[in-house]
Nanobody, 117 residues
C-alpha cells in the first residue's frame, strides 16, 4: 500500500519560511519523480515543483527563486523549502509521486500552508 504523508504546514507571516516534508512508503522511491502541487480555495490545483529520480529540479514560475525541492533517498522523503512566502502562497500543498514509465501516480492528503500577518 502506497502512502505519501505530508507534514510541515502551518501559519507563517509574509516573508517567512517553511519546510514541507513528504514521507513515502510502499513504493520504490528511487524510480519516482516527486512533485509538489498546491490548491488555493476556489482555484484549480497547480503544479509547484518537481524533482526527478536523478535529482533534476523543475519549478513553476511562481516558485522560482523562492522554493527549493530536494529528496533524501535514504529516508524516502521529499522536501519543499519555501522562503519569502507571500499571502498568495496560501494553499493546501500536496505531494505527488509519478512513475514516468508506467504512469502510476499517487497523492498525499495535503498540508495547509497559510501566509498571513
Amino acid at each position: 500500500q502506497v502512502q505519501l504523508v505530508e507534514s510541515g504546514g502551518g501559519l507563517v507571516q509574509p516573508e517567512g519560511s517553511l519546510r514541507l516534508s513528504c514521507a513515502a512508503s510502499g513504493l520504490i522511491f528511487s524510480i519516482y519523480s516527486m512533485g509538489w502541487y498546491r490548491q488555493a480555495p476556489g482555484k484549480q490545483r497547480e503544479w509547484v515543483a518537481l524533482i526527478n529520480p536523478g535529482g533534476g529540479e523543475m519549478y513553476a514560475d511562481s516558485a522560482k527563486g523562492r522554493f527549493t525541492v530536494s529528496r533524501d533517498h535514504a529516508k524516502n522523503t521529499v522536501y519543499l523549502q519555501m522562503s519569502n512566502l507571500k499571502p498568495e502562497d496560501t494553499a493546501v500543498y500536496y505531494c505527488n509521486a509519478l512513475n514516468v514509465r508506467s504512469r502510476e501516480t499517487y497523492w498525499g492528503q495535503g498540508t495547509q500552508v497559510t501566509v498571513s500577518s
